[in-house]
Every structure is written in structure tokens, then in C-alpha cells.
């Protein structure tokens, strides 16, 4: 079993950023992908993106405005996002799936923080 908790969520002019942090239980955190989803008022959730033991994966998106990493001996993974917009805005949540692949569909997930609002003014 893997609990996950996130934070790092708030409220952030549009250019801004942001950084979420994923805290995960266990002592095998290392073995596990992670992902990042959200979901904005009204919409289903969406990928945001994946690291595997060392690779990233990105929605079209986000590409080269969010980045992934994370630190196994912290068992924590991140999520920084710079130059914000409004369309941003959303919970977003962490995942986590045993192996080391780069998954986008929520469904290979079977760990999942409570999530953490992100609010992007305009």
C-alpha cells in the first residue's frame, strides 16, 4: 500500500510558478512511476505528465513550461510549473504505478494523492 500527499498548491498570477511536492509512504518508493493529473471545474481528468526510474513524459500542454523530477531518498516527487496561465487552473493530483514505464492513461495507476488546488488569475 502507498499513501501520497500532496502540496504546494495556491493561488499564482498568470507568468507565474509553482511548486508541487508529492510525499509518498513506503520503502520502495524508487520502484514506482509517478504521474501527475488534474482536473479542472467542469472537465474529466487529464495527464500532466510521468517520470519513470528516468525518463519524463509531458502533455502537449505543458511541454517545456512543467518539469518533473523526483528524490527517492526523499520518496518524494515534484512538480514545477513555470509561466502559468488561467487554463492551468485545476486540482491536481499524484499517482503512482509500480514499474518503470511512462504512463499516461490514469487507469495503470492504482495510488492516488488527495489532490491540491492550483489557481491561476489572470
Known amino acids: 500500500q502507498v499513501q501520497l500527499v500532496e502540496s504546494g498548491g495556491g493561488l499564482v498570477q498568470a507568468g507565474g510558478s509553482l511548486r508541487l511536492s508529492c510525499a509518498a509512504s513506503g520503502h520502495t518508493f524508487s520502484m514506482y512511476a509517478m504521474g501527475w493529473f488534474r482536473q479542472a471545474p467542469g472537465k474529466e481528468r487529464e495527464f500532466v505528465g510521468t517520470?519513470?526510474?528516468?525518463?519524463?513524459k509531458y502533455a502537449d500542454s505543458v511541454k517545456g513550461r512543467f518539469t518533473i523530477s523526483r528524490d527517492n531518498a526523499k520518496n518524494t516527487v515534484y512538480l514545477q510549473m513555470n509561466n502559468l496561465k488561467p487554463e492551468d487552473t485545476a486540482v491536481y493530483y499524484c499517482a503512482a504505478t509500480w514499474g518503470g514505464g511512462l504512463y499516461s492513461n490514469q487507469g495503470l495507476y492504482n495510488y492516488w494523492g488527495q489532490g491540491t488546488q492550483v489557481t491561476v488569475s489572470s
Open positions: 517520470i519513470s526510474w528516468s525518463s519524463t
